[in-house]
């Protein structure tokens, strides 16, 4: 029962975080829980119908499949996280501003939050489809105490989670908004670079050399603070050149992006520019 | 301006891999087999070419999906049962470097041995 429960565990924890950091960076905006829910909603029955076309996907792209699907579901979550940052950039900090004055409900409109499911769902679903394989391989094995390992692994898994997000709600407000978007370009930047190891490993794309580094030995991947970071930061005991290469644009475009969006339009007045972002 | 770091080190790296990437365009990549038998790597122990990138075939004789996985070297593909698998690994470094099977870590355990 353990063994399932450690491996429920290690694929629940990397979705748990990547919720935990998305629930976190939509404080504050309306029925966002019934969002993260349908997100989690979403991405439990893309797992399910993922596991099911296994054996297609695989099939794909000449054998190449499973990684090219991987890489695109990554890519995708990158390409939210970068539109949701943007985003927040031209209109967080009004954000900030009303909900430090009254305290109400933000009406925040609906664009972080469908582009955030989107991640939710996609997070779930890559990490899902891989608990429903293994379950179904423990099913046809004959293994005893399914249930009561998945259990055990999900609540562990979540409880990690909750355990973020709740770290998070205590970073003073006037930070707020800074520190998740900081952790959502970092998140981004770590799941480009994940994208890029499946197409190395499809032969998409070249490594570029050999890993340019080994701390495998001070952090290894597979213990629980490496892959907490992994998940977070994107850390990798041995990276590629290409992983690397995929980290720092991810960072260098996504802040540029923030930067170039929070600026006034040129040749508006400050008044202006505040109610021309608000519409 | 932590921007400009960022985008001359990217630059530096992108002239650097270069270098690198047309040592590393060869032919055709040598290939290497594996199996999976009863949740067991055979053989278990697999030695390849260091600095090579290489093609590496991994059949799953078993009735249950395993996925290949290694922190070592940074791979993973889940393996349906009774099927086959390919994955390019390297190029790397010489020395030992281990891969299991994440179903049935118990068990399923192998070394690369690149040299």
Known sequence: ?279 | MPYRIFIFLSGVLAFAAMNTARIAVAAEPPSFRLAIVNHRFQPATLTIPANTKVKLVVENRDATPEEFESNDFDREKVILPNSSAVIFVGPLRPGQYRFFGEFNPATAQGVLRVE
Do not use: C, K
Request: proline residues 4%; aromatic residues 6%; without cysteine.
């Open chain 1, 1 to 279: 029962m353990l063994a399932i429960a450690l491996l429920v565990f290690r694929e629940v924890i990397e979705a748990a975080l990547i919720v935990s950091i998305v629930a976190a960076a939509t404080r504050g905006v309306p029925r966002r829980a019934a969002a993260l829910l349908s997100g989690i909603g979403f991405g439990v029955l893309g797992a399910l119908l993922v596991a099911l076309g296994a054996g297609r996907i695989a099939a794909l792209f000449s054998g190449v499949g499973q990684e090219v699907f991987n890489a695109g579901v990554l890519l995708a979550a990158v390409l939210m996280i970068a539109w949701h940052v943007v985003w927040m950039a031209s209109h967080g900090r009004e954000l900030a501003a009303r909900m430090q004055g009254v305290g109400q409900a933000v009406r925040a409109g609906a664009s972080p939050l469908a582009v955030l499911v989107v991640v939710v769902a996609l997070a779930v679903l890559r990490e899902g489809s891989e608990v429903v394989l293994f379950l179904y391989g423990m099913l046809a094995g004959g293994a005893g105490h399914l249930s009561a390992g998945l259990a055990l692994g999900l609540a562990a898994g979540v409880t990690i989670g909750l355990l973020l997000y709740f770290g998070l709600l205590r970073i003073p407000l006037r930070h707020f908004f800074g520190a998740t978007n900081a952790l959502l370009i970092l998140l981004a930047a770590g799941l480009a670079a994940d994208a890029m190891v499946f197409l190395v490993q499809a032969d998409l794309l070249p490594a570029l050399g050999e890993p340019l580094w080994n701390t495998g030995a001070l952090l290894s991947e597979r213990s629980l603070p490496g892959q907490a970071l992994h998940v977070l930061v994107g850390y990798t005991a041995r990276p590629t050149p290409i992983q690397l290469l995929a980290w720092l644009a991810t960072i260098t475009l996504l802040s540029v992006g923030m930067r170039f969006a929070g600026r006034p339009a040129r040749g508006m007045r400050p008044e202006a520019a505040r109610r021309a972002m608000t519409d």
